[in-house]
Structure formats: C-alpha cells, structure tokens
C-alpha cells in the first residue's frame, strides 16, 4: 500500500507524492523531516551500509524469533501512528491488545503455554528470559527441544492472531498445538544434541514424534574422603583462574588429623593460566607449611598434571628454586590426588582469591560458612562422569 493512502494527513505525503527512500538519504546517512518521525522510532531505521537497494526480509528461527516484535503492529503500535482501531484482544476479547498481552498474559495463550509447560513438567514461562533458563539443568537434547517448542509456540500464537484479525478465522486450541508439534518436529534436521536416557527424555520426544537420540550415558561413583595418619598434616590446595589464562587465585586448608581445620588462606595470583595457579597454590601451601615448622605433609590437589609435575620434577623453572627450599624444610611429603566433586573446600577458596589482586592474601581462622564446606569422612560424594 503506497504510504501517502496510509498517511493523507502527513503535508510532507501531501507536497511529495512520490517520495522514495532514497530521497531521505543524504551523503550515507539518514536525513528525516521532523513530522515523518512521528511515524515511525529513528531506532527502527536500518543501518545504511551503501550496498544498494535490497529487500529486507527476515526468516523465521530460534534466533530471529526476538524479532517478532517487528513482523505486524499490534494494536497499540498502530494507534501511535495515529489510526482510529478499536484495540481488543482477538482471543479474550476483554483486554488491551498488545504483544505482551497476547504472548505472556492472556487467558488463550496461558493455556497453550500450560500445556507446553506440561509436556515438559516446568511452570508456565512470562518471559523470554524465563524460556532460556527453565531447562537449564535438562539433558542437551531436551534443552534444544524446549527451545525451538517454546519459541515455535510464540510464533505460533501470534500468526493464529493475525488469521484471527486478518482472515477472521475462528480460535482452535487443538489445530494450533499440532502445529506447534509439527513446526517443533520439522526443525528436527536442525536438532543434534544428545539425550539422556530417561523416561523423561523419551516422553519428550515421543509427544513431538522425534526420533531418539545419541544416548549420553553418566556413570556415578561414590568417593570417600579420608583423613591421613595422624601424624602428617593434610593441606588441601587448589587453584583456578577465569579464563585460561585469566585472573587467577588460589586457596589452601590445613586440617589436623582428626579432621578440624586449623587455617584458611586465599590469596590472588594476577593473570595466569589454569595450571600455573594450581602449581602456586601447592607452592604457597607449602612455604606456609614450612614457615609453621610442620615436618610431614600431604597434599591434596585435584589436578593430576599438577601432582605429576611435581614428582617427576617437571615444574615450571621460576617455581623450582621456592619448590627445593620446601622440600629442604620438610621431612616426608605426599600428593593425594583428589577428585574435583571432593575437593570443595579449597576449590571455595581458590573462587575467594580470584577476586583479590595479585599478592593479596587473606587468611581466616574461624570461619563458620566454610565449615559446611570441609570434606567429611562420613558421607560419600559423587563423581559424575
Ligand atoms: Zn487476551
């Protein structure tokens, strides 16, 4: 529809009848009369790129799907730019029309979003924001799933909305879920993600007649944590950094042998890679260690590399000299391998450090939040693999 029959009281459509867009373009950039932009927002302009002419479309996907608020004016869009339409909503008929309304807020769609939610038992999603985290802990297969369902549901409740005001189409709860499964089914091809083997998962699938996945099974074990022989003192070390490399910290506990902790360090490491903050971390462990007079140590690090670095003698050259004088001050000294699942107290401490600058130290003594944290030696843990 030519604008000036969508706009006869603008002057600028009355004096310029036959106005292009390349005529509000002046050397690349935009030039727009003031009374144009009561039409339209200056950030719903593209961006002038000198490419020539083209037409701008935009295909439907789970990426697009934000801009769906681009596609038809509801309502309220239209009335801004000043046409006379009686704003109902096509499906409750007693609110407002607007997208929010239609997609997150009326009874119709609540329904179609209830029964969405059912299929995959989470609670009725208000947001988009909501609908990328609800399946955050899903299997990979069921997360993708969710996604493309969830967001083919919003497509699907706006196109019924605008057969509805368009074509006068009646409203039919059922035909629009099996669209929805259908459109979900025909991304399939796009779908790769592995699935777990659970009942859940298969359920899934078979409501939305997709085929089964690449099974990703997980073993779990049970780990115990053990205290040593009370006469070595145990130092739980750990270090990380964000980033690899990235602001790096490290942390140690050294626990006596009846399990009580005695002393809680973290401290930062600047910026350095993964491994190197795990080797400091046994380092600083160990000049503290030293610095206490305490003659037999086991240290407990979840990084094997690390723990075979530093028996094989392989640690970086900076570090070998700080390393012979540990050893120097103590007599007997082990590495415990530990699993990362176990070791949550250091790994706790390393987190702490990260966010202290290179050099800072803190130290605690008493600490009642760690303590929920200590590995004990009467539960079991769970490694998942
Ligand atoms: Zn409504």
């Known amino acids: 529809m030519p604008l000036e029959a969508l ?25 727009i009369p003031e009374s144009l932009l009561d039409l339209f927002e200056p950030s719903e302009l593209p961006v002038l790129d000198g490419k020539g002419d083209r037409k701008i479309w935009t295909e439907f996907s789970v990426d697009s799907a934000y801009e769906l608020r681009g596609i038809v004016p509801a309502d309220d869009k239209m ?14 008929k007693n609110s407002e029309e607007n997208l929010e309304h239609i997609l997150w807020f009326c009874d119709f769609s609540e329904i179609i979003r209830n029964w969405l939610g059912g299929i995959f038992s989470f609670t009725n999603p208000i947001s988009f924001e909501d609908i990328l985290l609800l399946a955050q802990n899903k299997s990979p297969a069921v997360k993708e799933i969710w996604k493309v369902a969830a967001l083919v549901t ?8 605008n057969r509805m005001v368009y074509e006068e189409e009646a409203y039919k709860c059922e035909a629009l879920k099996k669209r929805i499964i259908s459109f979900t089914k025909e991304s399939e091809v796009r779908m790769s993600s592995a699935m777990w083997n659970s009942a859940y998962s298969l359920q899934i699938l078979k409501t939305f007649e997709l085929k089964c996945r690449r099974v990703k099974t997980v073993k779990v074990t049970e780990i115990f944590f053990y205290l040593h022989d009370p006469s070595y003192f145990l130092i739980c070390c750990d270090g990380s950094s964000r980033g690899n490399p990235g602001a790096a910290g490290h942390g140690f506990i050294y626990r006596k042998w009846n399990g009580v902790f005695e002393i809680v360090v973290s401290g930062g490491l600047g910026t350095t ?3 190197l903050a795990e080797i400091f971390a046994v380092i600083c462990a160990g000049e503290w260690a030293v610095n206490q007079y305490l003659l037999r140590i086991y ?4 990084s094997q590399p690390v723990i075979s670095a530093f028996q094989t003698g392989k640690i970086p050259w900076w570090v070998i000299t700080r390393w012979n004088k540990i050893k120097s001050g103590l007599q007997e000294w082990y590495f415990v391998h530990s699993y990362r699942e176990m070791n949550t107290s250091a790994d706790l401490l390393d987190k702490k450090g990260v966010v202290l600058a290179k050099g800072e130290r803190r130290i605690y003594k008493q600490c009642s939040n760690f303590i929920t944290r200590l590995e004990n030696p009467d539960f079991p843990y769970y490694r998942f693999s």
């Open 299 to 302: 240290f407990r690090s979840d």
């Open 273 to 275: 890679s993964n491994f």
């Open 154 to 161: 919003l497509k699907e409740i706006w196109f019924m909305r």
């Open 79 to 92: 009335k801004k730019i000043k046409f006379q339409l009686a704003s109902r909503c096509p499906f409750c």
């Open 7 to 31: 706009f006869p009281e603008n002057i600028i459509m009355q004096q310029n009848p036959e106005m292009k867009v390349a005529d509000l373009i002046c050397d690349g950039e935009w030039v």
